[in-house]
C-alpha cells in the first residue's frame, strides 16, 4: 500500500519474493530487514510529503490556487541554466566582481539588446545616458547591500563564537563542580570498592549524595557509556528513590569497567569470540516487532501533529 492508501504490489513482484529457498534463516532475516527499512522510508516520505497528503494544505486546492499556478514552472531548470551561465562566467573572467556577473546574466536572460534596437536614435541614446548618469548611485547602493550583508554575516558569526564558548566554559565548570565535589567521597569507585562505599556513605547519612556525586562524574567527566536514564535524577518529574539510584551507579560501573589489574591496563579484544557469537532468531524477531512498533508510533505522531495543525 502507497501513503495514498492504494496497492502497489504487482502479482510479478509476489511471485517474486514467495520463491522458495533453502535458507529459511537468511530469508527470514532478509524479510525483518526489509520491514524495517521500508517502515523508516514510509516515515520520511510522510513528513516530506506531508503538504499533498490528505489534511495537508495542497490535498484538495481551491480553483484560485488552480489557475494561478497554471503557469507556474514545474522544474528549476531556468535556475540551473543561471547556475551554468555563473560558472562559465567565473571561469572565463575570474576577477570580475560580483555586480559585473550579475550585469551579464541578467543581460542574457532579459536580451535588452533587441529592445534598444528597436528604439529611434534619439530615444535610444537617451535611455543609454540614463543608465550613464545611474550607474554610480547603482554602484553605491550595491557596496552597500554588500557591506550590510557581510556585518549580518559577522554578527551571526559573533552570536554562534559567543554561544560556543559560554557553552565551552559551563562544561568546564561543570567538570571543575564534578571533580571537586567525587573527592569529597573517596574519589572514582569501583566495583570491588562499591559495597564498602555504600556501607561507609550509609552509616554517615550522605550515601545519595555520594551516588550522584558519581553518577554525575561518570556523566560529564568520564561520559561512561550507559542508558541516558542511568545518569538522571529524576524521571518524568518523580524523583528516583534511593535504591534505585545504587542500581544505576552499580549498572554504570559494570558497564565501563576497566581491567582488574592495579595498573587499568586496555585489554584487547579476542577476535576469535566474536566469530563465535550466535545469533537467536527469535531474540531478532522481537527486536524487529519493537523497532516496528516504534515506527508505526512515530508515523501516528506525525499525522497527529498535522491533524492538530490543520484543525488549528
Known sequence: MDVFGNSIVSADWLELVNIDSVDTVMDTLTQ?????LFNGKLIVLE??????LPLGK???ISDVLCKSSKHVPTTNIVSERDMAILDLILKLKPAASILSVEAI???LNNKPSKWLDSLTDEMKNKVLDEARENADSIYAKFKEREQAVKDKKMEVWKQKRDEKMKKEEKARKAKVAASNKICEFGGVWTLKSFKRNVKKYSVAGKLKAAVLAQLKFHDVVLKSNGRRELFCVT???????LSEL???LKEVLEMNQ?????????VAEDA??????????DDIKDTVEKQKIDLQKKRDDAKRKLSNTTTK
Open 258 to 266: 576497566m581491567n582488574e589489574s592495579d595498573e587499568y591496563e586496555n
Open 47 to 52: 513528513r516530506q510529503c506531508k503538504d499533498q
Open 32 to 36: 525483518l530487514a526489509l520491514e524495517v
Open 246 to 248: 545504587e542500581s544505576h
Open 105 to 107: 546574466v541578467l543581460w
Open 272 to 281: 576469535d569470540a566474536i566469530n563465535e557469537i550466535q545469533y537467536n532468531i
Open 58 to 60: 495542497y490535498h484538495e
Open 235 to 241: 524521571k518524568k518529574g518523580k524523583a528516583y528513590t
